[in-house]
């Protein structure tokens, strides 16, 4: 699929908005059918990203796989390893309902994260973890986190699946940037960017529903949809895993949403302030899932965003609340040609 729109703009430009554009990689965007996946693939968010070191009883060290061009830690990163942390205190048969976080301090990606676990509450169906993620001896994050024992219930109903293409009918990231690069009137500073994009190495496959829209391209609601998945292999039957990398990708894009309608205006600053998710169904989290993301509010500096996870057979795995600091300027219009 092809945007002519977005293609002349981002010639013309010579820029993509940093906040916007999640850097992605990977050596093709051809969609994996369920026998592609192989155990020698697995997922770098298994092998690395949330495999972390136990150091005693409760306390946790995370390392860092990506690290944003702002230099600061990306915050999916510290919310999946912080409830990776929680996780492993609780038992078995306990699985992660919901979480709420606040980032109190910035990530420092020249040092490791420790992760200090409190067992705030074992009950017989609710069972509750208080999480700490810790730097230079101060936190910068702090979560906490709810397990539940699976209990039936009469009571069901959701919202209903957006109508979107699906994945199969969309480009990558990675190809969409391909198709940027292919045009001859693009700017060197455009081509240095979108090639240090190619060379990132964020452990999510994303496909824009809009790419005009999903990056700014041109000014529209505040409602965006893209299809994401972790790369690689991680199998079913592990949900608490599966937990973990979603939260992981909850953080991906979600702020930027409040920003589509101002096309006037680009980022400053922005960094979140508070996040909190809660789990609805086994889902699997290497498998195509449907991020809904839109801002109902923004004011005061500030931005508020919601976001739902689909699975592709309608089943709404998990929703999401995000607000963060948004700081703006004006866009210069002079080209960069």
């Known amino acids: 699929m092809t945007n002519i729109k977005v293609e002349e703009k981002i010639s013309k430009s010579g820029r993509i908005s940093a906040l916007e554009a999640p850097t992605m990689s990977g050596n093709d965007g051809a969609d994996r059918a369920e026998s592609g996946f192989t155990q020698d693939l697995k997922s770098v968010l298994v092998t690395s990203v949330l495999n972390l070191e136990e150091l005693d009883i409760d306390l946790y060290r995370g390392t860092h796989h990506w690290v944003p061009r702002t230099q600061r830690l990306f915050g999916g990163q510290i919310i999946g390893q912080a409830l990776v942390a929680a996780a492993k205190s609780v038992g078995e048969n306990l699985y992660a309902h919901s979480l709420h976080c606040y980032f109190v301090r910035a990530g420092d990606p020249k040092v490791p994260v420790l992760y200090q676990v409190d067992r705030t509450r074992d009950g017989r169906s609710f069972t509750v973890r208080s999480v700490k993620a810790i730097q230079h001896g101060q936190p910068i994050l702090i979560c906490q986190a ?134 609805h169904s086994t889902f699997r989290s290497d498998e195509w899932m449907l991020y809904e993301c839109e801002s109902p509010w923004a004011g005061s500096s500030r931005g508020l965003v919601q976001g739902r996870l689909w699975r592709r057979d309608g089943v709404l795995a998990a929703s999401c609340a995000q607000e963060g600091v948004l700081r703006v300027k004006p866009v210069t219009q002079t080209s960069k040609l």
């Open 146 to 279: 709810s397990f539940q024992v699976l209990q039936p219930s009469p009571l069901q109903h959701q919202f209903s699946m957006p109508v979107v293409p699906q994945p199969e009918e969309l480009p990558t990231v990675e190809e969409i940037i391909h198709q940027y690069l292919s045009k001859p009137d693009l700017t060197e500073s455009a081509k240095v960017g979108l090639n240090k994009i190619l060379a990132s190495e964020v452990p999510i496959e994303i496909k824009p529903v809009n790419p005009a829209l999903f990056y700014r391209i041109s000014p529209g609601e505040p409602r965006r949809y893209f299809w994401g998945r972790a790369r690689g292999y991680i199998g079913e039957g592990n949900m608490k895993l599966h937990c973990c990398v979603a939260a992981y990708v909850s953080d991906f894009a979600l702020l930027g949403t409040a920003l589509l309608p101002y096309s006037k205006y680009k980022a400053r600053f922005t960094a979140s302030l508070d996040h909190a998710m809660w789990f």
